[in-house]
T-cell receptor, first 116, second 112 residues
Framework: DGGITQSPKYLFRKEGQNVTLSCEQN?????MYWYRQDPGQGLRLIYY???????QKGDIAEGYSVSREKKESFPLTVTSAQKNPTAFYLC???????????????FGPGTRLTVL | EDKVVQSPLSLVVHEGDTVTLNCSYE??????LLWYKQEKKAPTFLFML????IEKKSGRLSSILDKKELFSILNITATQTGDSAVYLC????????????FGQGTRLTINP
């Protein structure tokens, strides 16, 4: 079955620690995205990548970092510089504009990060 | 600043009722408007609208876009308890990438 997987489902972090959230897709999508969702708020874009070895900052990139070494994988690191990291993190992918196609984004099941 | 606003933020109705959810937007570089349903975790795609006045329909759900007045509505007829969810509206931008700007979501609760 094609889809997007995220791990872990729940993650607890102590203040001052970096943590990495995993996102993998087998949809053969070029583009991948990371969003943050806080209670009562919509999704906000952290980082996105249109192609392997390239990524851009979204609206709230401070305190986060990403890499895109493989097409299937787009891990997100939440660094100690992120002041309020407790949130629900969603990864998404889409075919991407490089193929001249504009289609919807598909979402993974999310990772809930709690800072203790 | 690009902005998407949904209303109401919360809605509680009885099974069998019809509901209308609203989404208005102010963005540059508009490309499309999307509706998603989020029950517990992953938002699932419902509709993508790009042209004004053309209704998209899937079973009891339908949606329409008005690009002149900058809004969209999502209608659900004969609601069922399984329709209970947060409904997210997002506007797709063309800025060299397929960026989405999301509204706050409408939490819909259907009581039996």
């Amino acid at each position: 079955d094609g889809g997007i997987t995220q791990s872990p489902k729940y993650l607890f972090r102590k203040e001052g620690q970096n943590v990495t959230l995993s996102c993998e897709q087998n949809l053969n999508h070029d583009a991948m995205y990371w969003y943050r969702q806080d209670p009562g708020q919509g999704l906000r874009l952290i980082y996105y990548s249109q192609i392997v070895n390239d990524f851009q900052k979204g609206d709230i990139a401070e305190g986060y970092s990403v890499s895109r070494e493989k097409k299937e994988s787009f891990p997100l690191t939440v660094t100690s510089a992120q002041k309020n990291p407790t949130a629900f993190y969603l990864c998404a992918s889409s075919i991407g504009l490089l193929r001249g196609v504009y289609k919807e984004q598909f979402f993974g099941p999310g990772t809930r990060l709690t800072v203790l | 600043e690009d902005k998407v606003v949904q209303s109401p933020l919360s809605l509680v109705v009885h099974e069998g009722d019809t509901v209308t959810l609203n989404c208005s937007y102010e963005v540059t570089n508009f490309r499309s408007l999307l509706w998603y349903k989020q029950e517990k975790k992953a938002p699932t795609f419902l509709f993508m609208l790009t042209s004004s006045g053309i209704e998209k329909k899937s079973g009891r759900l339908s949606s329409i876009l008005d690009k002149k007045e900058l809004f969209s509505i999502l209608n659900i007829t004969a609601t069922q308890t399984g329709d209970s969810a947060v409904y997210l509206c997002a506007v797709g931008l063309i800025q060299g990438a397929q960026k989405l700007v999301f509204g706050q979501g409408t939490r819909l609760t259907i009581n039996p």
